[in-house]
């Protein structure tokens, strides 16, 4: 399987399977839409015909030899070897974990997935018991595994601060008995930070997410306090004076756009000129009734505005400048594990969440589907049923996934979003695929660029 497209002035060609990106003249990218696997020893006249209105037939003849030279290589249309891997695919010892401390905002965002905080559960708070049994759970379910994750969640977790460092602390304390050891993260909307929080949290924390949409008008249109009053003036003091004090330690600020702000490479700069050099900027996914939510006529807009983004983010390093927009990330030399790619976060199997009454979900944005509930940590329970279902979850379980070229890099999408808006976890949510997939190609034009850039 291969995939080509033209971007940036380039055209460039991606063989799925091997992961190798090509910049192609025209004349092969033509060519390419005339000639597939298995080949003749000559050009087949068809496609000799129809290109010689524009190419010299000589040079046709000879594009079609290197071609097929290339496909007897497995440098082009090479085979798909990650199948068997899936197949084989088991579960996998939980090791990354989404501790709910708080089902409680101080922000009402309205396009929040959690029902602005509470998850439709009610506002509530999770207690140091359960934090600890989280704790336990973690490290009982993880095996063998050396490196554990845990992702402080909410609503905002710095409205029960005091838990979060009694869990980090119990957690340390742990660590050296159990042979483990423990990478802590908190996403926080900034509203609550002080010194003392930044101090803490530099110290313990592997790496930060930082809630903010962008420009202040558009931050201040859906990110609103319980008065109304929007939050932009205060995050933004807070936040660029929390990344000051981090050094050079992990964090990205993340933000959403809706169809409201369809422009959004200007929140990216945006943020960019706040001092943020760490940034996503992600779509939001909600029912087509809601005004905000983006649909698929909005996607040749967003199309666009990626093509502009990525232009803007070539200019900032072509002057030697360093940006990292999350989702222009792509590792194109090694790429993660086979594993990793077939089934991406690891959803229900590596990974989990748990509320602050101590049930447990496959994910932060399964948490209220009752269908989904996999146990309590008080209880006991967990259905270890369910989390084979989730690891058998990959690129080869869904049909539509199976045949894209994507596929590795998306690595099947998000099971969440596949089971609200496509009503089974292993049916492609079709809008966030296309997103996706001018992403990812928007990415491999950049690191096509920058690969050029070293060889030159």
């Known amino acids: 399987?291969?995939?080509?497209?033209?971007?940036?002035?380039?055209?460039?060609?991606?063989?799925?399977?091997?992961?190798?990106?090509?910049?192609?003249?025209?004349?092969?990218?033509?060519?390419?839409?005339?000639?597939?696997?298995?080949?003749?020893?000559?050009?087949?006249?068809?496609?000799?015909?129809?290109?010689?209105?524009?190419?010299?037939?000589?040079?046709?003849?000879?594009?079609?030899?290197?071609?097929?030279?290339?496909?007897?290589?497995?440098?082009?249309?090479?085979?798909d070897d990650y199948e068997r891997f899936a197949l084989s695919a088991v579960a996998s010892p939980v090791k990354a974990m989404c501790?709910?401390?708080?089902?409680?905002?101080?922000?009402?965002?309205?396009?929040?997935?959690?029902?602005?905080?509470?998850?439709?559960?009610?506002?509530?708070?999770?207690d140091f018991e359960t934090g600890k049994k989280a704790i336990d759970f973690l490290i009982e379910k993880s095996a063998d595994r050396k490196f554990l994750e845990l992702d402080f969640f909410g609503g905002e977790p710095l409205m029960n601060f005091g838990v979060v460092k009694q869990i980090v602390e119990y957690a340390r304390s742990r660590e050296k008995e159990c042979g483990k050891t423990f990478r802590f993260t908190i996403t926080t909307n900034g509203m609550l930070l002080t010194e003392d929080k930044m101090d803490f949290i530099n110290r313990e924390m592997s790496n930060v997410v930082l809630s903010i949409d962008g420009r202040k008008e558009v931050n201040d249109r859906m990110r609103k306090r319980v008065d109304g009053t929007g939050s932009y003036d205060k995050i933004t003091d807070n936040f660029k004076k929390f990344v000051s004090m981090r050094g050079d330690k992990d964090y990205y600020v993340r933000g959403t756009y809706t169809k409201y702000n369809l422009d959004f490479s200007n929140d990216v700069m945006h943020l960019y000129e706040l001092g943020f050099d760490q940034i996503s900027v992600e779509p939001v996914m909600a029912d087509?009734?809601?005004?905000?939510?983006?649909?698929?006529?909005?996607?040749?807009?967003?199309?666009?505005?990626?093509?502009?983004?990525?232009?803007?983010?070539?200019?900032?390093?072509?002057?030697?400048?360093?940006?990292?927009?999350?989702?222009?990330?792509?590792?194109?030399?090694?790429?993660?594990?086979?594993?990793?790619?077939?089934?991406?976060?690891?959803?229900?199997?590596?990974?989990?969440?748990?509320?602050?009454?101590?049930?447990?979900?496959?994910?932060?944005?399964?948490?209220?589907?009752?269908?989904?509930?996999?146990?309590?940590?008080?209880?006991?329970?967990?259905?270890?049923?369910?989390?084979?279902?989730?690891?058998?979850?990959?690129?080869?379980?869904?049909?539509?996934c199976k045949k894209c070229w994507a596929k590795f890099y998306c690595s099947g999408g998000c099971n969440a979003n596949n089971y609200i808006y496509a009503g089974d976890i292993h049916n492609a949510h079709k809008l966030s695929c296309?997103?996706?997939?001018?992403?990812?190609?928007?990415?491999?034009?950049?690191?096509?660029?920058?690969?050029?850039?070293?060889?030159?």
């Open 99 to 126: 501790l709910h401390i708080a089902h409680d905002c101080n922000l009402r965002c309205d396009y929040c997935f959690a029902s602005t905080g509470d998850f439709g559960e009610g506002r509530k708070l999770m």
């Open 434 to 456: 296309q997103i996706q997939k001018k992403r990812l190609e928007c990415a491999i034009m950049l690191k096509a660029v920058k690969m050029l850039d070293t060889a030159e």
């Open 288 to 400: 087509p009734s809601e005004p905000y939510a983006i649909t698929e006529g909005d996607l040749t807009k967003i199309f666009k505005e990626y093509e502009i983004l990525a232009e803007k983010i070539k200019k900032i390093q072509s002057e030697g400048k360093f940006i990292n927009f999350f989702h222009f990330m792509l590792d194109l030399d090694q790429g993660p594990c086979a594993i990793k790619r077939l089934r991406g976060c690891g959803c229900g199997n590596e990974y989990v969440a748990v509320t602050p009454d101590g049930d447990i979900y496959p994910c932060h944005q399964f948490v209220g589907i009752e269908d989904y509930k996999m146990g309590n940590l008080h209880d006991g329970t967990f259905d270890d049923e369910m989390k084979t279902v989730f690891a058998g979850s990959h690129v080869y379980s869904k049909p539509e």
């Open 1 to 79: 399987m291969i995939h080509k497209f033209k971007l940036g002035g380039f055209n460039i060609l991606l063989d799925v399977n091997s992961g190798g990106v090509h910049i192609i003249d025209d004349l092969t990218y033509d060519l390419l839409d005339n000639v597939e696997p298995p080949f003749e020893k000559e050009c087949p006249p068809e496609a000799l015909s129809k290109l010689s209105k524009a190419y010299d037939p000589g040079e046709i003849e000879e594009c079609y030899q290197e071609i097929v030279q290339l496909y007897n290589d497995k440098i082009l249309f090479s085979e």
